[in-house]
């Protein structure tokens, strides 16, 4: 199993609504990353999990708060996020941090209205 | 520090003719180097990888890469492009420092035309 899955695949919330994106891998990897990525644009690194701890925040506003329940799953947990937050969010592993190739998950597309 | 330049942000090909999509790196260690394939509202797929083996790499779907260490390249080849193919390339660098992250080209539109 090379894969990584997130669900949902779709996602519209209102400004006030609370939601989470999950991701959930199975290939044995330690480090998880999220990555959001606006149209026409290159993944823009969000955060990076190593052994369940978070390792990285690219200065990721509050209203973005990521968790780390066990090895395989990642979340993130959505509240008050503004218009200019829909975008694709990408989830992605590798075995560690230090290895070099990284796995993607075929993204949750996010629309706040 | 590192970094990648993605030469052309868009290429058109007719289907049947060769596809070349052009990456330059910079990086102050030993890179790796990828090419990931994204179809329009689709994740990332990995096409191929260099790590310091060998220098021509060959990939999925018929691609394949040539890392130049002299040249500072790592440009994306497929001899004969299909409509399949249409999609967005990025080019990808890696290294850790202990500051572990992916730098990421910004992207080479590939159209084909029937």
């Known amino acids: 199993d090379t894969e990584v899955t997130q669900t949902p695949k779709h996602l519209v919330m209102g400004m006030t609504n609370k939601k989470s994106l999950k991701c959930e891998q199975h290939m044995g990897h330690r480090a998880m990353y999220w990555y959001k990525q606006k149209a026409k644009k290159p993944p823009e690194l969000m955060f990076v999990?190593?052994?369940?701890?978070?390792?990285i925040n690219e200065s990721v506003p509050s209203r973005f708060s990521p968790e780390c329940p066990n090895s395989s799953l990642l979340n993130l947990h959505l509240h008050a996020l503004q218009p200019e937050d829909s975008a694709l969010y990408l989830c992605?592993?590798?075995?560690?941090?230090?290895?070099?190739?990284?796995?993607f998950g075929q993204g949750t597309r996010l629309t706040v209205v | 520090a590192q970094s990648v330049t993605q030469l052309d942000s868009h290429v058109s090909v007719s289907e049947g003719t060769p596809v070349l999509l052009r990456c330059n790196y910079s990086?102050?260690?030993?890179?790796?180097l990828f090419w990931y394939v994204q179809h329009p509202n689709k994740g990332l797929q990995l096409l191929l990888k260099?790590?310091?083996?060998?220098?021509l790499v060959k990939g999925i779907n018929g691609f394949e890469a040539e890392f130049k260490k002299s040249e500072t390249s790592f440009h994306l080849t497929k001899p004969s492009a299909h409509m399949s193919d249409a999609a967005e390339y990025f080019c990808?660098?890696?290294?850790?420092?202990?500051?572990?992250?992916?730098?990421f080209g910004t992207g080479t539109r590939l159209t084909i035309i029937p």
């Open positions: 992605a592993s590798s075995q560690v941090v230090s290895d070099t190739e990284a796995f």
């Open positions: 260099y790590t310091s083996a060998a220098t």
């Open positions: 990808v660098v890696s290294a850790y420092f202990g500051n572990e992250k992916l730098t």
């Open positions: 990086s102050s260690y030993s890179p790796s």
């Open positions: 999990y190593s052994y369940e701890k978070l390792s």
